[in-house]
């Protein structure tokens, strides 16, 4: 029964609402409000916007935005609101919105030709109406007070402070220590946006700094108090080399709205001092006798080379000259010319070769000492085709005997190599003679 009472009457008051706006025709309408109209820059403006109309709105009113150069706007928490007014006699439903305004510089500021965009119940047959509303010029100036002319970049408030902590060690620091320093800076009464940097960086080549991004954040005051800021700067420095640092004093002034005078926000000075890592001081005075050490052992090296250059050169040669007339190669030397040499250089060859076997009249001596009575055949009968006359004797044949007398020498000589002679004769034979003459 209660809540059909309640019905019944929200009816008779709208009803009676549409019929005085059909009598008067009236549409909605806009106001504005600027408290103050000059205000220290970084203070707040409030702007409250109201919207009425005659009946109801199915959608909320489009706003605008009242941004503008060197203004920060800020809507505050539970910014708009339904309102209502009585208007000739008739109860007239509205919205409003209220806005802060930081001026940033000091100057003189007006917002012309903003509009509004109204959605209302047509008072005669309710259908939703769409109107675009004009809102009236706003106008306010930012001032900087007597006295704070000086201060760059200016702060406004009731408070700020500044609060700090290092991380890492700050004794006993050695080369390649770090340490954490984190500055935060907290302002009530002006946006975020003003605070400015403040950890400077020292010009030390032995410092490294490696700054992280800023953290900036903005919260509104209790109970429509001022809003609160802050602005975190965390810095890391790396000791590169030893010697006495100092991270830099912090200060910032800021304009106090409550004093109406110049305060000061500061931190002190941090001074380390890092140590000399362990062995450096040693290293530069030890650098020279590595350096001599390494000397003397080039020289150790390379002096014996000089100083006996000449006896090594002569017995390199005579290496050289001994190889040249040894064994091995002298018999490879016999198999050459016994392929395609004249046979006064395969006899030169042969007798250079048998000196290294003893005193021996020829092949065929050798091999009946080897007591290789067959070879002594073959070599006899090789040796007589091959030193023939080139003109008496047939090519092929030549050449078959080239190839028996080669393989006679080749048995020879692997008879001669495993018997006891020829290593009695290797030690017996001192000098090699030289080569004979055909």
Partial sequence: MTVRFLLLCSVLV???????????????????????????????VTVRLTVLGPTWFPKPPVFPSFEMRDVVTRLPPRSSFPTSERIDGAQWSGISRSYRLYPMVAAGYEMANEGIDVTYADPETRDPLRVRLDVPPIRFEGTVPDGAETLDPFLSGTALSLDQTVDGETTDLMPGSAVVRTVTAALDGMPALFLPPFQGIPDNPALSVLAAPPVVDEKPGERGGPVRSTRTETVTYVFEGDGDFVLP???????NTRTGQIERASLPAIALAVAPAPGSAGRETDRPVWLLALLGGVVLVVLPFILYW??????????????????????????????????????TAMRAWLVHYGPASGLA??????????????IAAAQAAVYASENQADTLSEAEHRRQLALGIKRLRTGLRAGREYRLSRRRTGAVLSPLNP
């Fill in 249 to 255: 004093a912090i200060e910032l002034a800021w304009w």
């Fill in 365 to 378: 001596d050798l091999a009946r000492r080897a007591g290789d009575t067959g070879l002594v055949d073959v």
């Fill in 310 to 347: 000449r006896r090594l050169k002569t017995w390199f040669d005579e290496r050289r000259r001994r190889r040249a007339v040894s064994e091995p190669v002298l018999f490879r030397h016999v198999l050459s010319r016994i392929a395609s040499a004249s046979p006064s250089d395969i006899d």
């Fill in 14 to 44: 709208v009803s009676a609402t549409v019929g005085r706006a059909q009598d008067t025709g009236a549409g909605p309408i806009v106001r504005i409000d600027v408290d103050p109209q000059s205000v220290t820059i970084g203070q707040p």
